[in-house]
């Protein structure tokens, strides 16, 4: 990964802003909860024309990433657009929110038969709406001995099924539904090192070192540490998300984890990184 290369766009409808032509910067925050993401992008210098242009519910795209390897770090619709004059410049702020909300939204009204699972519920539930499932995975497979009624918005009637009975996560992540055992991360294979990315801050501590392995290799200590949280940063990596699991090997910190919650936040000169917020494994 060639970290020196920074790339990014923004596509606002039909239109693709590129960081080689426009200064822009974007903050993307996520969390492993059913909330869904959102973003703010900040650009510079628009034509009053294209200005004009913007305008809500248009799609929103943010890539980012660096020379042959980008990718989505956010995909929905905008929500609030302003415009700014400061200076001689000209700041647009765009604000944006995952679509997957309007679909979620949108209403149901069904009833199960006797003996009908919770899989089968919420199988036929996302047939309805039609939108892509990167994971479906119950930690418990829910038997209705006396049937099911789902009516109200189908998010809530998921949430219900997919959380509350089945102990699983419901996560929406760039669009996409993840619905697995939330004890366990999305994984992709991502290690983290000072090689690859991890930034390592002169305020860590070397007490908080967590040992991967068997709960009969790690020390009392290092026991103690399983209910902490940890906060890392890396240079912005467009993979890392909400429940993803990363490996982290460092001086200070050694094992995998989960990330909670984080934020992608790039400009052309300043901050381009992903910060973390992780949980043991």
Not at 32 to 45: L, S, Y
Not at 83 to 89: A, K, P, R
Not at 150 to 161: E, F, N, P, R, Y
Not at 199 to 219: F, H, R, V, Y
Request: glycine share 8%.
């Amino acid at each position: 990964m060639s970290f020196w290369m920074r790339q990014a766009s923004v596509q606002i409808g039909g239109a693709v802003y590129d960081m080689d032509d426009f200064y822009f910067e974007f903050e993307v925050p996520f969390e492993d909860t059913t909330t869904v993401q959102t973003a703010t992008v900040k650009i510079h210098n628009l034509a009053k024309s294209t200005r004009d242009a913007i305008k809500k519910d248009q799609p929103m795209i943010i890539n980012a990433g660096y020379e042959g390897d980008v990718g989505a770090v956010f995909v929905g619709k905008i929500s609030a657009c302003s415009h700014q004059h400061s200076g001689t410049d000209w700041i647009t702020t765009v604000s944006a929110m995952s679509a997957m909300e309007e679909w979620l939204s949108s209403k149901v009204s069904k009833s199960y038969a006797q003996g009908t699972t919770s899989q089968e519920i919420v199988s036929d539930l996302l047939n309805l709406l039609g939108v892509e499932v990167g994971e479906f995975s119950l930690k418990q497979n829910k038997v209705y001995d006396r049937g099911k009624v789902c009516s109200g918005k189908v998010k809530d009637c998921l949430k219900a099924v997919v959380v509350d009975d089945c102990k699983s996560r419901f996560l929406i992540r760039n669009d996409t539904i993840i619905i697995n055992d939330p004890d366990k991360g999305v994984q992709n294979g991502i290690l983290l090192t000072p090689e690859s990315g991890l930034i390592i801050s002169g305020q860590e501590k070397q007490d908080t070192i967590i040992a991967a392995g068997a709960d009969s290799q790690k020390s009392s200590g290092e026991k103690n540490d399983e209910g902490k949280t940890f906060s890392r940063d890396c240079l912005l990596n467009y993979h890392i998300g909400p429940s993803e699991q990363v490996v982290i090997q460092s001086e200070t910190l050694n094992g995998t984890f989960i990330v909670i919650k984080g934020k992608h936040t790039g400009s052309p000169k300043g901050k381009w990184l992903t910060t973390m917020e992780l949980k043991p494994a």
